[in-house]
């Protein structure tokens, strides 16, 4: 006979499977598609071949801190517990690996289409960034529920959210320090000194910062999401356990699951209503989320009806705050990073009186937009609290990241577009090609901002979830309270802790952007014909330096989260550490919302500037818009996102050590 819960089965594994078939029936799409001329295929390889070579290297590394990681996890908790961390790990690494290497080959495909017309050309972008959105939330649920049903373990579940972080953090530092080191060293030369345009073929730095956009963007955000799509599943999972299905440990692992995967079908039928009719890219973009939302209530109150029953709703209402939020924090990262808007033109305008009154005004703005996304995270968290307790809360995130599929597809988008508009300019095409790839990378940069918006609420909420398990792990006897010494030494401790890692981020694209100015100084000094065009620039040289600057530079900051909990807990004890936690979590947030925002409003200051306003390219404001677009590139692609996963994996180490605290 046939159960309710086998057929909860049959939709987490059919829906785990239909992203996955359907990202690779867009890849087998999108690879069928033509690549232009010899000379276009020429740029697209040696992109390729550097995005290969830095995960290749990037891989390397992060698999010997692995094994040496799963091992003491074998030692000191169990074998299943260092399975998952090898499970997550690996499905972290493949979704962003899989998605960049389509992306590095939808990008000439992107500029070929974009000679028949910017609707062809958003299709090819779009449809490549899907790949990447599906792959990761289909590997996600398949880690999660697959490693459940193979060992009904579920404290190794937690394991496998560590494999996941400590794939992110990599991911992100690594690919962050990759990117802004090229784009930092490249524009500095180029644009400021030489005085040549964006993604022209003389400057020899110019295919590492291409580069650079596929595995900071893609590859770094994918494992970011992926990870946080699998933290978020496993803490509801642990938390209801705990906390709201006591006794009924399959419905505490099947509910969280069937909203996720209930949500992966919403997100492939919204993804097929987005189609360009007309010129309004960005609102063609929203369309298929709305649409997607809108199927993934029905489904959230399809399901709560099954699992739960008509008498709970406020499950089902929590759920609802979850897509709220997703929706505030797209409303208002586009606000202040979208060029229609006065955040934006302000930091424009007054480029026009100097380089510095731009930073003073890109630091104004970042800093003021922290406030309204913590105002909507704390009414969520409240009104989630009310209605359902902190589970209300793991289900507010359950639903945010129910819709990372499609999140990541909108975000995906931006780095094709922006290597196709780079593919462009060096092959020397048309000017009614860039005209068509121009406004779709415009359109890429608020995209990539909004999604980090998304991506750093759904952290800290998913942070604030952890630390409720921990809490609840540690037993009712362990009570955090301010009046404790060491839970207020551990608060400060923890609220320093972003800083600290944002620092060593920021310093490393400073040391790899240096490397890269030198190199391309001394490629302009000593390779004559480059600025003429008669001599071809050493390209391979900045993409082998910023390689090695990504991963020297990312180890130490890497081991921040991990050591600190271990060593607070050990000299502080449980108290200390559980404050450290929200410390952690609560300046955590602040730094990456202003970074992340900050950095995307510079950037596109400048590409208002560039559209023709205030004196256009070349003008004194324009210069002014380049040193701030310049400081604000590591605070947007390197130290905030990387906060995201910096917060999770310091939770999950405290998770860790639960056993040893008790």
Not at 131 to 140: E, H, N, S
Not at 141 to 166: M, R
Not at 581 to 601: E, H, P, Q, R
């Amino acid at each position: 006979m046939t159960t309710n819960m086998d057929y909860i089965s049959l939709l987490i594994w059919g829906a785990a499977g239909a992203a996955v078939l359907y990202g690779l029936a867009l890849i087998w799409w999108v690879l069928r598609l033509p690549t232009g001329s010899e000379k276009m295929m020429e740029i697209a390889s040696a992109i390729q071949q550097g995005a290969a070579a830095y995960l290749v290297r990037q891989y390397k590394v992060v698999a010997v801190v692995a094994a040496i990681i799963a091992f003491l996890i074998s030692q000191f908790l169990d074998l299943n517990s260092a399975l998952g961390f090898l499970v997550g790990a690996v499905a972290s690494a493949l979704a962003g690996l899989i998605g960049m290497l389509v992306a590095v080959r939808a990008n000439i495909r992107c500029t070929e289409a974009a000679k028949n017309g910017l609707p062809r050309a958003f299709e090819v972008a779009y449809k490549g960034g899907t790949v990447t959105g599906f792959l990761v939330v289909g590997l996600a649920l398949a880690a999660v529920y697959g490693f459940y049903q193979y060992t009904h373990d579920v404290n190794a579940l937690v394991s496998l959210g560590f494999g996941a972080s400590l794939i992110s953090v990599f991911a992100r530092l690594g690919g962050g320090i990759y990117t802004k080191g090229a784009d930092v060293g490249t524009d500095m030369v180029g644009k400021v000194e030489a005085g040549i345009p964006e993604d022209d073929p003389r400057n020899p730095g110019v295919i590492a910062d291409l580069v650079g956009d596929n595995v900071g963007d893609d590859a770094g955000m994918a494992a970011d999401v992926f990870e946080t799509y699998v933290v978020t599943a496993v803490a509801a999972i642990l938390l209801g356990q705990l906390y709201a299905f006591p006794g009924q440990p399959q419905l505490a692992i099947n509910y969280p699951l069937s909203l996720m995967a209930g949500a992966i079908f919403a997100s492939i039928a919204g993804s097929l209503f987005v189609k360009l009719k007309g010129r309004s890219i960005m609102g063609t973009l929203y369309k298929g989320l709305v649409i997607s939302t809108a199927i993934a209530v029905l489904v959230f109150f399809a399901v709560t009806r099954l699992l739960i029953g008509s008498e709970n709703l406020s499950y089902f209402y929590s759920t609802l705050l979850g897509l709220l939020v997703t929706a505030g924090m797209m409303v208002i990262t586009e606000y202040y990073t979208g060029t229609k808007y006065d955040p934006v033109k302000h930091i424009a305008h007054a480029s026009q009186t100097g380089h510095g009154t731009n930073v003073i005004a890109g630091l104004a703005v970042s800093l003021q937009s922290t406030f309204a996304p913590i105002i909507l995270i704390s009414a969520a968290t409240f009104f989630a609290f009310n209605l359902a307790g902190l589970y209300g809360i793991a289900l507010a995130v359950v639903a945010m990241l129910s819709l990372a599929g499609i999140v990541v597809a909108i975000d995906a988008f931006g780095p094709i577009t922006d290597n196709a508009g780079g593919i462009a300019e060096m092959s020397g095409l048309p000017k009614k090609v860039r005209d068509v790839t121009d406004p779709l990378d415009a359109v890429g940069n608020t995209t990539k901002a909004v999604t980090k918006g998304y991506a750093i609420a759904s952290a800290g909420l998913a942070a604030l979830v952890l630390f409720a398990v921990y809490s609840q792990s540690l037993g009712a006897d362990v009570v955090f309270s301010l009046s404790e010494p060491n839970v207020l030494i551990g608060l400060f401790i923890g609220g320093a802790l972003p800083y600290l890692f944002a620092s060593f981020a920021m310093e490393a694209v400073g040391k790899a952007g240096g490397a890269v100015v030198e190199e391309v100084r001394r490629q302009f000094r000593t390779i004559k014909g480059i600025m003429t065009g008669e001599a071809k620039p050493d390209y391979a040289a900045c993409v082998s330096i910023v390689t090695q600057a990504a991963q020297r530079e990312m180890l130490v900051p890497t081991l921040i989260p991990i050591l600190a909990p271990i060593v607070v807990a050990l000299f502080l004890g449980p108290l200390a550490l559980g404050g450290m936690l929200i410390g952690l979590i609560t300046t955590g947030l602040f730094v990456a919302i202003s970074m992340t925002t900050g950095g995307a409003a510079w950037d596109n200051a400048k590409k208002y500037i560039e559209a023709g306003n205030l004196g256009g390219k070349g003008s004194f404001a324009h210069q002014a818009a380049v040193t701030g677009d310049t400081v604000g590139d590591p605070y947007k692609d390197t130290a905030g996102p990387a906060i995201n996963p910096m917060i999770k994996v310091a939770n999950i180490v405290a998770l860790l050590l639960v056993p040893f605290l008790k």
